[in-house]
Every structure is written in structure tokens, then in C-alpha cells.
């Protein structure tokens, strides 16, 4: 069973638009990540959080909210999307007490017009 | 400024040859680099990691190199195989970190 889910696994939306990209978790982890990959960037840190409640700005955290609502469950908000957000978004999980490797899902290809 | 860098965006090789992938680190505080590997639509995977105190570690096919004096390492894919053809990313951390530095990916291609 996979055990970090994202949906929806495709989006096009507007400039201007409203999106909510959402991300589950079946590993008890505490820490949850939100990504963006583009290519010639790599993987860049949007959000992450340690556990339900809880919100860390990351390094590319312009134009993103983020919430986590439950251990399980971590959202990323585009309020006003803008062509600069088309990417690919990436959730992941992790326990660093136990291991420093992060499970990732399998993606959300987001494309703004 | 990118604190772990992948010299190379893509690599082709034919298959059977040993395929290698260089990555560089700034930070020398860093202590752990592990390989993640991404198939096309689906997210990266861990492969293989190295520690700091050690100079190379393998498994199978997957051996990683470690020069902790020039901030460099490299994955040596050996025997490589067109189901090697993936994206590769190096990263980076350091102890009691939560967080893994990503460098950008090189795209290998592995002719058959």
C-alpha cells in the first residue's frame, strides 16, 4: 500500500485561480514536506511541518500556504495562482529521530494558465 | 547560491558501461548524502547514502565515492542497464538536521 498519497495528480488551473493540493500519510511520521521540482532546480522546500497544527516556512514559500490539520494529512494552498507556479509539487514524510530519509508521493503536476 | 550542486542536468551511456554521476557540497557540516532515484511520474526514491566517515559504500550495481577533503562524492552505476534510465538526485545533511539538501538531478539515459 502506498503509504504517502497525493491528489489531485493533475491540475490546470487560471491566473488568479484557487487550488488546494492535498497529501496523506499512513507512516506515523511527524514531519510532512511540500516540494516543488522544476527542471535545472531540483527539488526546492515550499513548506514542512512537525506534526498536526504545526507550520514552517521553507525556502521557496512565496505565494504558498500550508496547512496540517491532522498527523496524516498536509495541504498546500495557491490563492492567487500565477504561470510562475507551474511545476511539479511533491509531498513527503519523515521521522528524523529514526532515519533521515524522506518518503515521498508520487507528485501533482500543476499547470497555471 | 546552491549548497549541493550535480554537475551534469543529463548523461547518456550504453548499456553496460558504468555510468557516473558526480555531486559537489558547500557546507562542511554536512554528514550524510544520500542518493534518491525518480522514475518518470512517480516521486524520488532513496537508492543508496554515505555517511561522512566512510570513503565509499556499494550496493549491487550502486557504489557511492567519498572525498570528504574536496567536498565531492559520485555514484558509479555499474553494469548499467536501460531500466537504470532515471533521474538522480544527490543531497546532503547534517546530524540532529530534519532537513536534506537537494542538489538539482541528472538524467540518465542508459542506451540498450
Known amino acids: 500500500e502506498a503509504a504517502v498519497t497525493q491528489s489531485p495528480r493533475n491540475k490546470v488551473t487560471v491566473t488568479g485561480g484557487n487550488v488546494t493540493l492535498s497529501c496523506r500519510q499512513t507512516?506515523?511520521?511527524?514531519?510532512m514536506y511540500w516540494y516543488r521540482q522544476d527542471t535545472g532546480h531540483g527539488l526546492r522546500l515550499i513548506h514542512y511541518s512537525y506534526g498536526a497544527g504545526n507550520l514552517q516556512i521553507g525556502d521557496v514559500p512565496d505565494g504558498y500556504k500550508a496547512t496540517r490539520t491532522t498527523q496524516e494529512d498536509f495541504f498546500l494552498l495557491l490563492e492567487l495562482a500565477s504561470p510562475s507556479q507551474t511545476s511539479l509539487y511533491f509531498c513527503a514524510s519523515s521521522d528524523p529521530d529514526i532515519s533521515y530519509e524522506q518518503y515521498f508521493g508520487p507528485g501533482t503536476r500543476l499547470t497555471v494558465l | 547560491q546552491q549548497q549541493v550542486r550535480q554537475s551534469s542536468q543529463s548523461l547518456t551511456v550504453w548499456e553496460g558501461e558504468t555510468a557516473i554521476l558526480n555531486c559537489s557540497y558547500e557546507?562542511?557540516?554536512?554528514?550524510?548524502f544520500p542518493w534518491y532515484q525518480q522514475f518518470p511520474g512517480e516521486g524520488p526514491a532513496l537508492l543508496i547514502a554515505i555517511r561522512s566517515v566512510s570513503d565509499k559504500k556499494e550496493d549491487g550495481r550502486f557504489t557511492i565515492f567519498f572525498n570528504k577533503r574536496e567536498k565531492n562524492l559520485s555514484l558509479h552505476i555499474k553494469d548499467s542497464q536501460p531500466g537504470d534510465s532515471a533521474t538522480y538526485f544527490c543531497?546532503?545533511?547534517?546530524?540532529?538536521?530534519?532537513?536534506?539538501?537537494f542538489g538539482s538531478g541528472t538524467q540518465l539515459t542508459v542506451m540498450p
Open positions: 557546507n562542511s557540516a554536512f554528514d550524510y
Open positions: 507512516n506515523s511520521h511527524n514531519y
Open positions: 543531497a546532503a545533511t547534517s546530524s540532529g538536521s530534519w532537513q536534506l539538501i
